[in-house]
């Protein structure tokens, strides 16, 4: 489903992705680990085609199509979608306003007509459920004032209104307590099929006890220096990236 | 197409003035320049009586005597008021004309406005009194109206048939000698429109006008008075668009509102004069003066959403003289390319216990300047007035400004006086996390746009609100390659 081949990108000139390849397929989950500035965040931002970091060298494909040049909106219409680290906020528009609207544009960019009212309704209320979200939560302005767990549970439930084919989970573990995690991953487990994919991007175990990847890799100065089973997850916390830090540099 | 600061610049230069367009429609215009024979010639035109006609003269010897205001943040060549001509008619204009014997080219214009005649006659609860330069051209619903003793009509019909209110009236909102542009207005008034609301009469349907400036070097001097007897309430909504034209127009209108004891007036305005173009030639100077008066228990809300004119320079007040009186200002502005706006609100606490809320959007885009200027004033004897504002402004690009000009004058030691102030651009982030969920740069500003203005948009009537919220869409959005 998604190929990425000796992929290299810059930001302000600094390379940071030194050659990745990664091949992630229908229905498998990916978990990418490694230490502070290793690259992980710039990868999710890449494959998602944010245009602050400049991509000089290799590819990335979508079923098949290259997407050097497809814009960020057009990756989503074809089922990228990026939990962010940081969500921002947008004052004054509610959380169902923009859901309505994205998925709308979606929809536009197929050829369809706007989702009737009646089924957008249903489609939130099933997925609110699902989340366990507050449907007063839904009419609060996008992310303002909201708790660092309200921010990466809102994330996922715009997951499970988008359906995307590639989810790309950026440190949606970080900030969020036992329970709110236990929520979150309970909704991604659900959401997934054989159909779809997803890439955890972590620097823990923690979450990898709740959604159980296929495949584990570690992401260290721009490259992919190990891949391993589940298995691998559960080495890294017991011995600490120094232990393949010290390993890459022989 | 990812959006960088650089690319959302580029896009907002490209927009282009959507209703430039010019229809042919034969006028009867006066020669330029102003003296008192022109201001007679148009009050004689106008079959006014004469003490109209000495009252238009004793305005223009005041504005003889006055000079242009400096003090506002704007800079543009003053109009040279000799070459402008002060009356110009649609020729086949007739007050007896029903929706259906308008010029057809009338009606296309108006459709490609988007605010086609045929639209508004469905629209049931919209009585639209059109005006066309100046003069106007056709008048709905007056009979539903009458019956409920409502008048709905012209100035120039008003002067007319109802002499007494407008004698009673007119000028004592916004005097003769208020300003250099009222002044101005007072003598050269061409049109607009009059309503009365009679005591205990709550409107049945929201009071429309359309205003559209046609003529090549037209000034346009409209002069609109609302009356609200005791305890009435009528809501007036008025949207102007103008075509484009390569010099600069003038437009300095005049509304006064009358809100007597107990009553209410909720007064909204969408602007879109045309701007200029990117380059800042051209586009309209909207010098307008706006006031209203409340008496005991009385209520007046202005909400404007301004997206037009090269320099704007307009300040819808309240006077709260009575009592328990409240006084509102919502107010959505957007300066894009090189256009000025200054504007803002006064709010005169002269009765006790008197209220007044002012919300004001700034949005500027391009080089534009954008200016909220507001004065609070409390008298001495209006004991627990209150007041708040909020001010906010958001910005596009890194060449446009924001700047806030708050006056607080109070002179009552049990006077409440709230000033809140918040600047913010839309950021790259902000896009981009757009952009990730399927939604394009051009939507993604209109979003955000319309969430920072959701709280006066709310305010405006539900079909207004649609129109407006486009407008705004317009106003800030390049066009899709």
């Not at chain 1, 290799?58 to 057009?74: A, H, R």
């Amino acid at each position: 489903m998604l190929k990425i081949n000796d992929l290299h990108a810059n930001v302000d000139d600094k390379e940071i992705l030194k050659g990745i390849n990664l091949e992630v397929k229908a229905g498998e989950v990916h978990a990418i680990m490694g230490p502070n500035g290793s690259g992980k965040s710039t990868l999710a931002s890449v494959i998602s085609g944010n245009e602050n970091f400049e991509v000089t060298q290799g590819s990335i494909e979508l079923n098949g199509e290259d997407l050097e040049d497809v814009s960020p909106e057009e990756r989503a219409h074809k089922g990228v979608f990026l939990s962010f680290q940081y969500p921002v906020e947008i004052p004054g528009v509610s959380v169902t306003n923009f859901m309505k609207t994205a998925i709308n544009e979606s929809r536009k960019a197929k050829g369809l007509e706007d989702m009737p009212a009646k089924d957008m309704l249903k489609l939130i209320r099933e997925k609110s459920e699902l989340l366990e979200i507050d449907r007063k939560f839904l009419s609060r302005s996008l992310n303002e004032g909201f708790s660092g767990g309200e921010k990466k549970r809102n994330e996922i439930f715009q997951m499970a209104m988008l359906e995307p084919k590639v989810a790309i989970l950026d440190e949606t573990d970080s900030g969020l307590d036992i329970d709110a995690l236990r929520i979150v991953a309970s909704g991604v487990n659900k959401l997934k099929s054989k159909d779809n994919a997803v890439i955890l991007i972590t620097h823990y175990q923690r979450l990898l006890e709740y959604i159980v990847p296929d495949y584990v890799h570690v992401l260290h100065n721009g490259k992919i220096v190990k891949s391993g089973g589940k298995e691998l997850a559960l080495e890294l916390e017991e011995k600490g990236y120094d232990w393949l830090k010290q390993e890459t540099a022989v | 197409m990812a959006y960088t600061e650089e690319e959302l610049k580029k896009e907002l230069e490209t927009k282009e003035y959507e209703y430039g367009f010019y229809t042919e429609i034969e006028s009867e215009t006066f020669p330029n320049g102003l003296n008192e024979e022109i201001v007679i010639a148009i009050s004689k035109k106008k079959g006014e009586p004469e003490w109209m006609t000495l009252w238009r003269l004793e305005a223009f010897k005041y504005w003889k005597e006055m000079e242009e205001p400096e003090w506002a943040n704007v800079h543009y060549e003053k109009p040279d008021f000799q070459a402008i001509s002060y009356y110009s008619a649609p020729k086949k204009a007739d007050p007896n004309k029903t929706l259906d014997d308008v010029d057809p080219e009338l009606l296309e214009m108006y459709k490609k406005l988007g605010i086609s005649v045929d639209e508004q006659k469905k629209l049931q609860n919209v009585a639209v009194d059109i005006v066309m330069d100046s003069v106007s051209v056709a008048t709905t619903f007056k009979k539903t109206l009458a019956e409920k003793g409502i008048i709905f009509c012209s100035i120039s019909e008003a002067i007319k048939d109802h002499p007494e209110l407008v004698k009673k009236y007119i000028g004592s909102v916004v005097p003769k000698r208020d300003n250099f542009y009222a002044a101005l207005n007072s003598a050269v008034f061409s049109d607009g429109s009059f309503c009365y609301i009679p005591k205990g009469v709550r409107c049945p349907m929201e009071l429309s006008t359309y205003f559209r400036i046609n003529q090549a070097g037209t000034g346009q001097f409209e002069r609109t008075l609302v009356i609200a007897d005791e305890d009435s309430y009528v809501s007036y909504l008025e949207g102007c668009t103008a075509p484009s034209r390569d010099e600069n127009q003038l437009h300095a209108a005049v509304v006064e509102l009358v809100a007597l004891d107990g009553a209410e007036i909720k007064y909204s305005t969408v602007q879109n004069w045309f701007p200029g173009n990117k380059e800042g030639k051209g586009g309209v100077f909207n010098f307008v003066t706006k006031r209203a008066i409340c008496e005991k228990n009385a209520k007046v809300s202005w909400t404007q959403v301004e997206t037009g004119s090269a320099v704007t320079w307009k300040y819808p007040s309240c006077i709260l003289k009575g009592d328990n009186s409240i006084g509102e200002f919502y107010s959505i502005a957007v300066t894009n390319n090189y256009q000025q706006a200054d504007t803002g609100t006064k709010m005169v606490h002269i009765g006790k216990n008197t209220k007044s809320t002012i919300i004001s959007k700034g949005i500027s885009a391009g080089k534009s300047q954008n200016s909220y200027r507001g004065l609070v004033q409390v008298n001495s004897r209006a004991d627990r007035a209150r007041n708040f504002s909020q001010c906010d402004s958001l910005l596009m690009g890194n060449e446009c400004g924001a700047h806030t000009f708050p006056y607080i004058e109070a002179k009552n030691k049990s006077a409440m006086i709230e000033h809140e102030a918040t600047t913010s651009k839309i950021g790259e982030d902000q896009i981009f996390y757009c952009n990730q969920r399927g939604i394009d740069t051009e939507k993604a500003i209109a979003l955000i746009v319309n969430g920072f203005s959701k709280e006066v948009l709310n305010k405006l009537p539900m079909e207004f609100a649609v129109e407006a919220q486009k407008l705004l869409e317009i106003s800030l959005e390049g066009s899709v390659g």
